[in-house]
T-cell receptor
Framework: DAKTTQPNSMESNEEEPVHLPCNHSTISGTDYIHWYRQLPSQGPEYVIHGLTSNVNNRMASLAIAEDRKSSTLILHRATLRDAAVYYCILGRRGGSQGNLIFGKGTKLSVKP | DVKVTQSSRYLVKRTGEKVFLECVQDMDHENMFWYRQDPGLGLRLIYFSYDVKMKEKGDIPEGYSVSREKKERFSLILESASTNQTSMYLC??????????????FGSGTQLSVL
């Protein structure tokens, strides 16, 4: 299975943008890029996913490199509530969502 | 909003006991999953199910079994609990693959301690 590489931790200031990087150099043509986050004492929650084009939703934006070997999750204005572990995951459409391999993720701290 | 409910937030059991972890989802999802989460190891898939009475092994099925008698309910069973099964257990569900709305929805987790 293709793997992803993320920094262990990042810090941000409240109300500033946050760019969370993810490398996935062995991504295949059918792999979607998914992002989930896990707030303290909760189960993970879906953030966003994409294949080739950049994607936006109410929570975040996903910027995908042209060669798809890396992507960046963008939180436009970090709030204290965004402090969480962020997981970048590759998954195949048409396969089970259970094939999403959750790594260790990036722990984001947000300072007031 | 989709709701995935796990029956217990905290559970303490003794070694050798049979343990049932229950999970219910209210969005008519076909797919349901059980993960365990341990510090430094991330989430690992134990079992999943595509439909009623169907089950598939995940990455770490040893020591566990599952039951899916109804679409909305997926149970994880520890036949004889051991201390190395002390962990956070997370249940999830998702809509059928191939739809445009493929997302995993997780419950809040059950922290199981086996003494």
């Amino acid at each position: 299975d293709a793997k992803t590489t993320q920094p262990n931790s990042m810090e941000s200031n409240e109300e500033e943008p946050v760019h969370l990087p993810c490398n996935h150099s062995t991504i295949s043509g059918t792999d979607y890029i998914h992002w989930y986050r896990q707030l303290p004492s909760q189960g993970p929650e879906y953030v966003i996913h994409g294949l080739t084009s950049n994607v936006n939703n109410r929570m975040a934006s996903l910027a995908i490199a042209e060669d798809r070997k890396s992507s960046t999750l963008i939180l436009h204005r970090a709030t204290l509530r965004d402090a969480a572990v962020y997981y970048c995951i590759l998954g195949r459409r048409g396969g089970s969502q259970g094939n999403l391999i959750f790594g260790k993720g990036t722990k984001l701290s947000v300072k007031p | 909003d989709v709701k995935v409910t796990q029956s217990s937030r905290y559970l303490v059991k003794r070694t050798g006991e049979k343990v049932f972890l229950e999970c219910v989802q209210d969005m008519d999802h076909e797919n349901m999953f059980w993960y365990r989460q341990d510090p430094g190891l991330g989430l690992r898939l134990i079992y999943f199910s595509y439909d009623v009475k169907m089950k598939e092994k995940g990455d770490i099925p040893e020591g566990y079994s599952v039951s899916r008698e109804k679409k909305e309910r997926f149970s994880l069973i520890l036949e004889s609990a051991s201390t190395n099964q002390t962990s956070m257990y997370l249940c999830a569900s998702s809509s059928p693959t191939g739809t445009t709305n493929e997302k995993l929805f997780f419950g809040s987790g059950t922290q199981l301690s086996v003494l």
